[in-house]
């Protein structure tokens, strides 16, 4: 497509003048000794690759594509009070010297090039438990692994311990969220300062001479996204008129004035955390339906933070329910096309989506970081939604990062 070809004529955003991150986050293993002693289990295995977030959690490890392993061993049977549970991490071979660097636990054990994660993993538990005893592991431990556990005698009991203890963030993981979400709005103030520099040419929007596309405000914003030191993940997503109702959109469409531009932007920082922001946008609007739907969401996101105000202990599907009533008043249908067709808002951390989900019926707590993202959705028309990413305080909520809003777009 004409103008998808530039490059440094379309300058991006200033670099940040302090390019230095927070410390990468640790991991507590407190919680796996509480949850062996729950259990009356003696260890907990988790096996995955750098693309399993369970394991980067578990690990901070960030390498490499095949599976190792982390094992927690805690003392008679998982006393939560005694310091000598231990947290090691099987690393593949050639990785030494960066398992030791990243990994926060006890020991670093390196295997051998083809040894089978699950069998190193198996190695350690024989070491301190003997061939004997309970084990608990994640619902999506591969296969292979189960098998290897359980053939040297071990009994396998599911639990939801990590995926629990990754809703709450500690200090060092807000710093990382902060300072993503920080970079991402500075993406999309790229994206809509484009759109206010676009011309009106004819049924098109041109931007320095050619046409204006989704895939050019795509690469604009990534552009800027590398500079502050976080990467796109393949999760700029941006639509333009019906395929803003495509709720994962990152094809080509052309921009035309008078339609709604949706930017979803959610790049993933060095240590794992991801950042998550969406404005929605008109060129030259006639203040038809999409004027309609962006007072509509706007209204429903202040209910949602309305609801936030309680702080900890606010039922989780509340905020979810406000929200979606608040669609309701404005004459917009919930829960299906086109109206509102999607949940107000989820966790986020070293998953784009994780816990909690606002359409949970259980109690928010401090440090759970959601997003609040009401939207209005029309195949036929477009789509607009609106979305920050805020933490739950004991007395209310926190914005990780502020950026405005309004439907006219204007030079950030």
């Not at 991991?27 to 980067?56: K, P, Q």
């Not at 005698?153 to 599911?158: A, D, N, V």
């Not at 702080?311 to 249908?333: K, L, P, Q, R």
Request: net charge negative; with cysteine; glycine share 12%.
């Amino acid at each position: 497509m004409a103008g998808d070809s530039e490059t440094d004529e379309d300058s991006v955003a200033d670099a940040p003048t302090d390019p230095s991150w927070p410390e990468r986050p640790s991991t507590d293993y407190g919680f796996l000794a509480a949850a062996l002693t729950e259990s009356d289990a003696e260890a907990f295995v988790h096996v995955g690759d750098r693309f399993d977030d369970g394991t980067r959690y578990l690990t901070r490890f960030s390498g490499p594509d095949r599976d190792f392993a982390f094992v927690f061993v805690g003392p008679g049977g998982g006393d939560a009070g005694n310091d000598d549970s231990t947290a090691t991490l099987c690393a593949p071979a050639l990785f030494e010297e960066q398992a030791k660097r990243e990994f926060p636990g006890d020991e670093v054990r390196m295997a051998n090039v083809g040894d089978p994660a699950g069998e190193r993993a198996r190695a350690v538990l024989d070491d301190a438990l003997g061939g004997d005893g309970t084990v608990l592991v994640p619902q999506e431990i591969p296969h292979d692994a189960a098998l290897y556990l359980e053939r040297a005698g071990y009994e396998l009991r599911s639990t939801s311990a990590v995926a629990d203890a990754r809703a709450v963030k500690t200090e060092a993981e807000l710093d990382c969220l902060r300072r993503v979400q920080r970079a991402t709005t500075r993406g999309m103030a790229r994206a809509e300062t484009i759109l206010a520099e676009a011309s009106v040419e004819g049924d098109e929007l041109h931007w320095k001479g050619a046409p204006l596309s989704t895939e050019r405000l795509r690469r604009q914003v990534n552009a800027t996204l590398a500079s502050y030191g976080v990467r796109d993940a393949g999760n700029t997503v941006i639509g333009a008129g019906p395929s803003c109702a495509d709720l994962h959109f990152t094809g080509t469409d052309d921009v035309a004035p008078g339609e709604t531009v949706l930017l979803d932007i959610s790049p993933r920082g060095p240590h794992g955390y991801y950042g998550d922001l969406t404005r929605t946008f008109v060129v030259d609007g006639d203040g038809g339906w999409e004027r309609r739907a962006y007072v509509a969401v706007e209204a429903a996101q202040r209910a949602a933070f309305d609801e936030l105000d309680a702080g900890a202990g606010v039922t989780a599907s509340t905020v979810h329910e406000e929200a979606a009533a608040e669609i309701a008043a404005y004459g917009f249908s919930v829960g299906e096309e086109p109206g509102f067709t999607h949940g107000t808002g989820h966790g986020v951390g070293v998953s784009l989506h994780e816990a909690p989900s606002l359409r949970a019926g259980e109690p928010l707590e401090a440090g759970m970081v959601v997003t609040v993202e009401p939207g209005v959705y029309d195949s036929s028309q477009g789509g607009v939604r609106i979305e920050d990413l805020v933490v739950v305080t004991e007395d209310g909520y926190e914005l990780l990062a502020e950026y405005p809003t309004g439907i006219v777009p204007q030079k950030r």
